[in-house]
């Protein structure tokens, strides 16, 4: 009888010192009144509202054409100052999957180095994006335009060239090879604009090639006018807007003109 009891007794403080246990944090105990030790999970910051929300219809409708351009000048300058903003890609994959509502929509050159989403700070979303090598124009991209602009609401045009480019120096250099043949060909008008200056015309010469780079946006924002009348309305109308740029590749900084 004497074993049972002190069996009973042993098994009675083992289970009391076993909870005792649970209740104990890693730095001590605390008592009730003491808030317990705050944890933030890894994958969602502190202030998870920082984010930026996927784009819609009405924020869409709410900008002005010069309220994109802006948009996308202080989204290149957060990206060269290394400030871009953290977003919630998985977040913003499932808000955007019934619907888009892009504030721009961008021609810009096949080059690897020129990532659109990552040079103007945009997420999912927020740009449409016409990638063709040299950004040249053919009634494809054309029409891509007038899809993003009459019919997705898109409020802004940007052309963008980018320096060193390839397809640039394959024009300037008579490269022929398949249907890259008739695509170079379709620089040769910016190549024809550049002045004379007794220097070689050539790949050899990266002053030429700059030249050829920046005419060669000003020529596609000029045939955009031309070739759609549709768009040449919004753009007179003011309810889009036209700009061109040329990224550079050394820098990330893009200079935007008219």
């Known amino acids: 009888m004497a074993n049972t009891k002190k069996t009973q007794t042993l098994l009675f403080l083992i289970c009391s010192a076993l909870s005792a246990a649970l209740f104990l944090t890693?730095?001590?105990?605390?008592?009730p009144s003491e808030p317990g030790p705050k944890v933030i999970?890894?994958?969602a910051p502190a202030d998870a509202g920082a984010y930026p929300a996927a784009r819609t219809k009405e924020?869409?409708?709410?900008?002005?054409?010069?309220?994109?351009?802006a948009k996308l000048r202080a989204g290149n300058a957060r990206f060269v100052a290394g400030q871009s903003r953290a977003?919630?890609?998985?977040?913003?994959?499932?808000?955007?999957a019934e619907?888009?509502?892009p504030f721009a929509v961008i021609v810009s050159c096949l080059d690897s180095?020129?990532?659109?989403?990552?040079?103007?700070?945009?997420?999912?979303?927020?740009?449409?994006?016409?990638?063709?090598?040299?950004?040249?124009?053919?009634?494809?991209?054309?029409?891509?335009?007038?899809?993003?602009?009459?019919v997705s609401g898109s409020k802004l045009i940007l052309v963008l060239g980018h320096s060193n480019c390839g397809a640039i120096k394959g024009a300037a250099d008579g490269v022929e090879l398949g249907k890259l043949t008739g695509l170079l060909a379709r620089i040769k008008p910016a190549m024809a604009q550049v002045p004379d200056?007794?220097?070689?015309?050539?790949?050899?010469?990266?002053?030429?090639?700059?030249?050829?780079?920046?005419?060669?946006v000003r020529v596609v924002m000029?045939?955009?006018?031309?070739?759609?009348?549709?768009?040449?309305?919004?753009i007179e109308k003011g309810q889009i807007i036209l700009e061109g740029g040329v990224y550079d590749l050394s820098s990330g900084k893009v200079d935007f003109y008219p």
Do not use: W
């Open 26 to 31: 890693p730095t001590g105990c605390q008592s």
């Open 41 to 43: 999970q890894e994958s």
């Open 59 to 69: 924020s869409q409708a709410a900008l002005s054409p010069q309220d994109a351009l």
């Open 87 to 96: 977003r919630d890609l998985s977040a913003q994959v499932r808000a955007t």
């Open 99 to 101: 619907g888009q509502y």
């Open 113 to 150: 180095r020129q990532p659109i989403e990552l040079i103007f700070d945009q997420g999912i979303g927020d740009v449409f994006n016409a990638r063709v090598a040299g950004n040249v124009l053919n009634d494809d991209i054309l029409g891509s335009l007038e899809f993003a602009c009459k």
């Open 197 to 216: 200056d007794g220097q070689p015309r050539t790949s050899k010469n990266p002053h030429f090639i700059e030249k050829v780079a920046e005419t060669n």
């Open 222 to 234: 000029q045939q955009i006018r031309e070739q759609s009348p549709i768009l040449r309305e919004m």
